[in-house]
């Protein structure tokens, strides 16, 4: 079902939520060390196994939401679960972020578990407002068949 602008929201949260297994979580600014070079650090999201659990967690949690089309009412319960899982990450993130090193500055994947979180809220209601259509289709139909 690509044609439903619902799963297109879910592929851009389920694209979103992978490319943070790829990037940094923080790094710390260029610094010139004593023999003249520049050294940069960073903290990835795959060194850390929370943060790669979350992310392989709430994107099989994605790809089974977009590959559950014929069953719109567990497509919505997974929209929610998926949801609550990318505000925990969130918060996860927000709690790392607080409890981070001086030096250390986060990058901007760091906020994607919310815009995630968000597009997986706008595709429930999609799927929401589908359901109703077909279940007032469903009762207009057997109207007619008595």
Known sequence: MIQRIQTLFLLVAAGLTLSMAFCNMSITPVSTLADG??????????????SISLILMSFALTMVTIFNYRNRIRQIRLCNINSILLLGFQIYL????????EDHFFTLTAVFPIVSAILCFIAMRYIARDEALVMSASRLRGRHRK
């Open 37 to 50: 070079t520049l050294e940069q650090t960073a903290l990835r999201y795959v060194n850390d196994i929370t």
């Open 94 to 101: 927000a709690a790392k972020f607080f409890g981070r090193p």
